[in-house]
């Protein structure tokens, strides 16, 4: 049986040596890596990976994206499977900073909560995204509006750079987004008020929702944090809590550690996935967050 190997493709200076693990402990026998990879060199990559393999062998092949922008890397996988060319088509696998597997992850978390819960789905949920403009965030939000909720962008400096993002995702995805500017403590206050799921994709280590906040959110049911750096994004949320009580209205809170367990299953299925796979695959948030579902 040929080798399985894995062609790892980042814009930045690194490839995560976190990537780099879960790939080998998933199974790739051979891992490599290139750095500062610009969008037009990924499908010259691409061809030099799969046509140096016989077609049978090319399935045991595989291109991950990485990176920091969720754009740029869908923009990749995008450039990467236009450059397939049967039969010798591999599989491909966007990931950047991990973001995808965790948006997945989080929403996968909290669909099973609401619904245990509350009795209800994502579809119609009203749903802040705090940290839109980060990959976890802005991945989050798509799949999201994806699935039908009412996802408003919350900007930590005005709305300027979060309508950007919604109408980026507009053209992408077709998806309709809304944008809030929480810039300040009462303008963070009072979108938490509307809504009844919070997620919490910002920075680590920065506090985005205080205990007093969530007391003043009556209409609240869920607050989902993935910031595992203390101080933690949402105060009274742990790192392990999975439904946990938050507050005085009878919210319930998920930590970031509760959606890193899933995160890391869903990452390593998606790497199995390519190992295992009898046809070419191409991976991103939406295939990430249908096997999440199954692991949340
Ligand atoms: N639990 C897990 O499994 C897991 C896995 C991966 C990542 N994470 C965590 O997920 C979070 C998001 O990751 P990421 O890669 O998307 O991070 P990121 O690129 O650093 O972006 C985070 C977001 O936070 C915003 N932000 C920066 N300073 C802020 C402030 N003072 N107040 C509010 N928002 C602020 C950023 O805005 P700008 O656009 O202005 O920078 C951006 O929108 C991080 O906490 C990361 O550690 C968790």
């Known amino acids: 049986m040929a080798k399985t190997i894995l062609h790892m493709l980042t814009p930045l200076a690194h490839m995560s040596p976190f990537d780099v693990n879960m790939a080998a402990d998933a199974g790739f026998d051979v891992v490599a890596t290139y750095t500062n990879v610009t969008l037009a060199e990924v499908s010259p990559l691409t061809q030099d990976a799969m046509f140096s393999r016989s077609p049978r062998d090319a399935l045991r092949t595989g291109i991950f994206i990485a990176g920091k922008d969720a ?36 929403l996968a978390v909290v669909e099973k909560t609401f619904r245990e819960k509350f009795g209800r789905g994502l579809a119609g949920a009203e749903i802040a995204i705090y940290g839109a403009t980060g990959v976890v965030g802005t991945a989050a939000g798509v799949i999201g509006a994806l699935e039908g909720a009412k996802v408003v962008f919350v900007g930590h400096d005005g709305t300027a750079r979060v309508t950007h993002h919604a109408a980026e995702l ?38 985005v929702l205080e205990a007093a906040d969530v007391a003043a959110a009556p209409k609240l049911r869920i607050a989902a944090d993935v910031n595992a750096v203390p101080p ?20 319930l809170g998920i930590g970031a550690l509760a959606i890193g367990n899933v995160k890391y299953r869903t990452e390593s299925g998606l790497f199995k996935q390519m190992t295992d796979s009898a046809k070419p695959l191409k991976l991103d948030f939406r295939q990430a967050f249908a096997l999440a579902r199954t692991l949340a």
């Open 170 to 207: 507009k053209r992408r995805f077709g998806v309709d987004v809304e944008v809030a500017d929480g810039s300040t403590a009462q303008g963070r206050r009072a979108i938490l008020g509307g809504v009844e799921i919070a997620l919490c994709a910002a920075k680590a280590g920065v506090r």
């Open 232 to 251: 933690l994004g949402v105060e009274g949320v742990e790192l392990f809590a999975n439904g946990a009580p938050l507050g005085p209205h009878g919210a």
């Open 71 to 106: 754009f740029l890397a869908l923009d990749m996988l995008d450039a990467a499977a236009k450059s397939l060319l049967k039969p010798f088509e591999i599989s491909l696998f966007a990931d950047p900073a991990g973001s995808f597997t965790t948006a997945a992850a989080m």
